[in-house]
């Protein structure tokens, strides 16, 4: 049970290539040579060698070998690329629901389509060159070339300029609000005198072997299974920001399995591991100096949100009311149980995160909600239409044509591989006949993409600022022939997508108006069922107190932030969590 990745481009935890048994991190990443404490990731360290009191293992996101040490692929990009080497102008508070001023001190709307953005005086970069408005102009501006993640910026962004050194103006044609604070805190922050010149294929592709950043740490070395930063002393935010992240150095490993994973962490090789284990209550509750979020189920908070995706363009898929009868006939409860050890929480019927409680409408739900029901997934296909003519136990399609479904998710997620199989047998139930197939991940990814598929099960929309990330996924047109980051299902409603457009036009701080537009978004989905949600995928955080102490959990004083190392993940409490920690010993 592994880390999962899928780019997420417009506007989601961009690039934040979700995660089945790992929910959320994505591709692998290791070690290199070492470098100087100001430059990039080149040289020679032994990390056998690093004081083990002053050095943090991690594991949970990289699969294998660094791919790049690339910001702008914030999808394979080596941990801590983003984060930890590049920073952002702000971060975001899950628990406070705020943007935390970082690289920039504050921004603010001057009228209706301009936003002026401070930046904070006396950061500079790894190379000692200061950080100014001009690299925030460069690196927005960078957005401009057709394949860079966040090239949609321009369809509404008309300019940016710099006022001065600490003065950042932005002009938009509109103003989408909801996107603007996503981008704020998503995007990495790149020095002009480093980038300035590179083509769009080297800004989209290259290696960028010696990544020069703001940030905390600088990559110190990587090998094959291993990437290792060091900690910047001359970092800005040890006197602007008042804190510092406590290990000297980040040791993160690629393992070979979740076994392997569980293996070292009880061993005492990792401090911190963010895959999918099983079996964690067992670990929490004995004599093994192991923690997590919470003391008892899920033990983990939630990150992201897993859904069953239809084919939508296919018959019967494209009738709401055959989706509807299988959104019905899930018994959830038995994979939450079963598969994942209530590891996980079923999800709502909306699939909003626990984290956006406040959007979901209540009286929606009571009215248009579904649970699983056999006998009323019975009753829906058969007032449909929908009837067993030749006995075999399944029901055909209006025409009597044979309905035989294939479910796929990708080749050793075996968590999500044991949902598929229980996802069929409940189906069976109810007389729906679906079939799992367990392809390996790209191929599953072109089949996605290209909608050669009946069903699968997705979960790019991660935790963000904003529940228009996940309504953007859900609903976004036009379809393209290639539909690679968002609306898998291919449905098709443009009242709805009109609805998650003005939502974008809604101001983050304005709660109430979001929720009457967001109250008609589920209404639409919940009539229609375009996505049936399932369960929250665990923000996965099992931490050793050998070494480090002062986790995050939900009980006492210790921070309320998450253990967590995956990819877009450090600009939402991940980092908050390094300089929380404390060695065992003190």
């Known amino acids: ?302 990150a992201n949100t897993a859904w069953l995706v239809p084919n939508t363009t296919k018959k019967p898929m494209n009738d709401p009311a055959f989706r509807k009868a299988l959104a019905a006939s899930v018994d959830v409860k ?45 009753k829906l296909l058969a007032d449909a239409g929908y009837k067993d003519g030749d006995g075999d136990g399944y029901v055909e399609n209006k025409d009597g044509s044979k309905i035989s479904l294939t479910l796929i998710v990708p080749s050793g997620w075996t968590d999500w591989m044991e949902s598929a199989r229980s996802i069929s047998a409940s189906a069976k139930t109810t007389g729906i006949q679906i079939t799992p197939d367990f392809p390996d991940f790209n191929a599953l990814v072109e089949k996605r993409a290209k909608g050669d598929y009946d069903l699968l099960i997705n979960n790019e929309r991660q935790l963000s600022n904003s529940p228009y990330t996940y309504y953007e996924y859900m609903f976004q047109l036009p379809i393209q022939k290639q539909q690679n980051t968002v609306n898998f299902a291919r449905y098709e409603n443009k009242k709805a997508w009109d609805l998650v457009q003005e939502l974008d036009q809604v101001k983050t701080d304005d709660v109430a108006g979001m929720n009457k537009i967001i109250s008609q978004l589920q209404k639409i989905h919940l009539d229609d069922m375009p996505i049936i949600p399932l369960w929250y995928n665990g923000l996965w955080a099992q931490a050793s107190t050998s070494t480090w102490k002062n986790w995050p959990a939900e009980a006492g004083s210790a921070p309320k932030t998450g253990a967590v190392m995956w990819r877009n993940w450090l600009e939402l409490g991940g980092f908050e969590t390094l300089t929380q920690l404390q060695p065992s010993g003190s």
Not at 279 to 298: E, M, R
Not at 353 to 378: E, H, I, M, R, Y
């Open 1 to 302: 049970m592994r880390n999962r990745a899928r780019i997420m481009i417009p506007l989601v935890a961009a690039g934040l290539l979700a995660a089945a048994c790992s929910g959320g991190g994505s591709t692998p990443t290791p070690p290199a040579s070492q470098a100087p404490s100001q430059g990039g990731a080149v040289a020679s360290a032994n990390p056998d060698q690093l004081p083990r009191n002053e050095t943090l293992y991690t594991t949970g996101t990289q699969w294998g070998p660094p791919a790049n040490f690339n910001p702008i692929r914030e999808w394979d990009s080596a941990i801590g690329t983003k984060g930890l080497v590049y920073e952002t102008l702000f971060h975001y508070d899950p628990n406070a629901a705020k943007l935390t001023p970082w690289l920039a001190t504050g921004g603010a709307w001057a009228d209706d389509t301009t936003y002026e953005l401070k930046l904070r005086p006396g950061v500079k970069w790894a190379d000692g060159q200061p950080f100014t408005a001009k690299d925030v102009v460069f690196s927005f501006e960078l957005g401009k070339m057709e394949t860079i993640p966040y090239n949609h910026l321009w369809n509404w962004l008309k300019t940016v300029e710099a006022v001065d050194d600490q003065t950042v103006k932005f002009t938009f044609s509109k103003a989408n609000y909801q996107q603007w604070d996503f981008m704020l805190y998503s995007r990495s922050m790149l020095p002009e005198h480093i980038w300035k010149g590179r083509s769009e294929k080297e800004v989209l592709d290259g290696i960028n072997e010696n990544p020069v950043g703001t940030g905390s740490y600088t990559f110190m070395s990587k090998d094959q299974d291993r990437v290792v930063l060091q900690r910047r002393d001359d970092w800005w935010g040890k006197t602007a920001l008042n804190m510092e992240p406590k290990p000297r150095y980040i040791v993160d490993i690629a393992t070979p399995s979740n076994e392997v994973a569980m293996g070292m962490l009880l061993q005492k090789g990792l401090d911190l591991s963010n895959n999918f284990l099983p079996g964690v209550a067992n670990l929490v509750q004995g004599n093994f100096g192991l923690t997590t979020y919470y003391s008892q189920p899920p033990y983990m908070l939630s």
């Open 334 to 378: 038995k994979i939450v149980e079963g598969v994942y050890g209530n590891l996980v929480k079923a999800s709502s019927p909306t699939g909003l995160l626990p984290q956006w409680d406040k959007f979901v409408d209540q009286n929606v739900v009571s009215s248009s909600g579904f649970t699983f029901d056999a006998a009323k997934a019975k």
